[in-house]
């Protein structure tokens, strides 16, 4: 049988890492499937590939499709997200200078805690500036985080934070050049700046949430409706993809595959790190362990919960005045669990019974009812201990 | 406010953003600026509250002018991309040759399409230079492996250059592979046995 070619666009990204082992491992060979992978300049490009058909699918930051439903953004066509490719897997680093203030108000630097990073953050910012923050992209769960995290500790944007678009090759560049005191950014970028000697690592974005959807599998709603067998096949091979990822043994293998030129083209010792969550966190070589500092399966990790997607379009909503249940039931929607389980039902996939749950609420693992039962959640807490409760509905 | 029609060039590279000044000059009497610099792009862009913005699509710091699409954003004028209000058939030539475009939200499209016109056929220009670059590039180093290619035979086995060539293709043709491939798996295998 001829494989069926689908163009799948990517950021190089460690988080692209479930795509290229798609290809590379043969899970999608499996299903009569292969990916053409495209690699993209920019977020913003990417997304107009998808929208004009350039490519079928792509790795997509989480708040895309979110932010398109709720007519924010510059795109023509529904965007659908039906599988989550990635989840966690940021990280929030602070230039040198800005690292030395946070020495000298005593921080640790324990890369665990979000309130005790943030609070010193504030104590260490200047009084009389913002604190200017770069993210790779105005809708992405890296500025979702930050806004999160410093306004619940007491400091609002726009006024004491200001979170500015750096793409992630120059997000270095910039904290050199005086641009930006902190960023977050997906990995390697945190690494790379550590090596780069422009910056320190403060916080993985995990201590502010702990099961934050980052990356999802996108595509045209139209498309996705109307290529239904295909769209499962991809769906599939992501899924075992993702499974193979989350073996400790897979990760030498998939840090080899990543570090090809016509992937991420960096050295496989950078991109080790994040895969492991063993992070070199400054130029000193000190290290932290961060458990599940990215992950790909484990705890349901692919399944698109309508809750996260209404949690992303509740935030985006408040912050730009939108009505609060039109943008819920508008931006819910862009997650298409329905067609994550078509695709995955009957597979070895176990799947939960439900489609929403109550974000934030789970702070150990806990086994749910699923079609095999044997699904268990992992804890997806916020640093604060406030849960989101989805809408009733559909 | 002036009726005509100010545009921004996101351009990096100056003989390039002269070219697409000239090409839009050509195309009608408009207000040009050239931004180079890209760090605080969007504070830049802001402070000429242009009508347009041209960028090149593999310019990653194409994401900064995302925030202008925000109604929250830096410019005052909600701002949509070109690619939202045009004909799919412009959309589709720009995006194909690389272009992007960000115009404000309401501007007439026969006022926008002379415009694109002129930058996409430039940038197709531009297309098809890198493309030419990036060949001659290639056959420039493949060229270069095949020289050693054939010193390492001509050393190892004492053959002419013109026999060593003809055994290297030779190896290619019954292999199937190209000749430079076989030249640079010999180059390799050379150079980890020391």
Known sequence: ?394 | MSDKLSIIVVEPDRDRAMLIVDSLAEAGDYDIHVIAEVTGLARRVKAHNPDMVLVDIANPSRDMLEELTLASGPLERPVAMFVDQSDDGLTRAAIEAGVSAYVVAGLQPDRVKPVMDAAVARFNMFQRMRNELAATKRALEERKVIDRAKGLLMKARGMGEDEAYALLRKTAMDQNRRVADVAQALVTAAGLLG
């Not at chain 1, 479930?18 to 060979?29: C, D, H, K, S, V």
């Not at chain 1, 260490?124 to 500036?129: E, I, M």
């Not at chain 1, 399966?297 to 692919?302: N, P, R, V």
């Not at chain 1, 693992?365 to 989101?388: K, M, N």
């Open chain 1, 1 to 394: 049988m001829k494989a069926v070619s689908l163009n799948v666009g990517f950021i190089p990204l460690v988080d692209a890492a479930p795509l290229i082992a798609a290809q590379e491992m043969g899970f999608a060979a499996e299903e009569g499937i292969a990916l053409e992978l495209v690699k993209a300049p920019s977020w913003s490009s990417l997304r107009d590939m998808l929208v004009f058909g350039r490519v079928e699918a792509a790795h997509m930051l989480s708040p895309v499709p979110v932010a398109s439903a709720l007519g924010l953004g510059g795109t023509g066509a529904a965007l659908s997200a039906v599988s989550v490719l990635s989840v966690n897997g940021t990280v929030i680093g602070v230039s040198n200078a800005l690292a030395a203030r946070l020495r000298e108000v005593g921080h640790d630097f324990a890369f665990h805690d979000a309130r005790a990073a943030g609070e010193a953050l504030i104590r260490a910012k200047p009084a009389d500036a913002p604190l200017r923050i770069g993210v790779p992209f105005p809708f992405s769960m890296h500025a979702e985080l930050l806004y999160y995290w410093l306004s619940a500790l007491g400091l609002p944007a726009p006024q004491s934070v200001s979170i500015r678009t750096v793409p992630p090759p120059l997000m270095a560049d910039a904290m050199a050049a005086g641009e930006i005191d902190a960023f977050c950014v997906g990995e390697p970028w945190g690494s790379i700046t550590v090596e780069n000697g422009a910056g320190e690592l403060l916080l993985p974005g995990k201590a502010i949430w702990n099961f934050a959807p980052e990356k999802v599998l996108a595509a045209r709603t139209d498309w996705a409706e109307s290529e239904e067998a295909l769209l499962g096949r991809l769906i599939r091979a992501c899924w075992r993809a993702g499974r193979w990822l989350a073996e400790p043994d897979s990760r030498g293998l998939a840090a080899e595959l990543l570090s090809r030129p016509e992937y991420l083209n960096l050295p496989v010792e950078v991109l080790e790190r994040s895969l492991s969550g063993r992070m070199v966190i400054n130029g000193r070589g000190d290290t932290r362990e961060t458990l599940g500092f990215v992950g790909f399966h484990k705890g349901c990790a692919t399944f698109p919960w309508r809750s996260q997607a209404e949690w992303i379009a509740h935030q985006l909503a408040a912050r730009t005045g939108l009505d609060r249940d039109a943008a819920l039931r508008a931006g819910g929607g862009a997650f298409r669990s329905d067609l994550h389980r078509a695709a995955l039902v009957g597979s070895e996939a176990d799947l939960p019974g439900a489609s929403a749950k109550i974000e934030g609420a789970v702070t150990a693992e806990t086994s749910i009812a699923s079609a095999h039962g044997q699904l268990s959640l992992l804890p997806d807490s916020f640093f604060d201990g406030r849960v989101f409760e989805p809408s009733r509905g559909k």
